[in-house]
């Protein structure tokens, strides 16, 4: 399988995005079909496929994205957002690349679909 992704073209600047937050270990940009007012994308530098395949090295990187999630989501004026990361086909994902959404700036349901 090939570990090219959407995501990793986008962190090597072959195909653009709506950035709205970058650092050394991570990038946050718009997601192109967002569910929601505020639909923000959070993902590392490092090339990880899921939490599935994550490792206790990684913990620092984990942490961080929260982290910036939280920033980018104050920064996006939200009072309440949610923190969504699928793993697997079942669950949702469809770009093997790790990555968090943050969803915001409408009411959202519970339990999810
Ligand atoms: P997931 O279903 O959790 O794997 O989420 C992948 C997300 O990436 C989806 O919400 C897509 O809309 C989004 N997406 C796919 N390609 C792009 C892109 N080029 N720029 C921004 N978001 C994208």
Not at 11 to 18: A, E
Not at 40 to 45: N, Q, S
Not at 74 to 101: D, M, P
Request: aromatic share 6%; hydrophobic share 40%; charged share 25%.
């Amino acid at each position: 399988m090939s570990e090219e992704t959407i995501f990793n073209r986008i962190l090597k600047g072959d195909i653009p995005c709506d950035e709205v937050y970058s650092d050394e270990q991570c990038l946050a940009f718009r997601d192109v079909n967002p569910q929601a007012p505020v639909h923000i994308l959070i993902i590392p530098r490092k090339a990880i496929k899921s939490l599935r395949e994550v490792k206790t090295r990684d913990a620092e990187i984990l942490g961080h994205l929260l982290l910036v999630a939280g920033k980018v989501a104050r920064k996006e004026g939200l009072e309440s957002w949610r923190t969504v990361i699928n793993t697997g086909t079942e669950a949702g994902q469809t770009v093997f690349h790790l990555h968090l959404h943050i969803i915001g700036g409408r009411s959202l349901n519970w339990p999810p679909g």
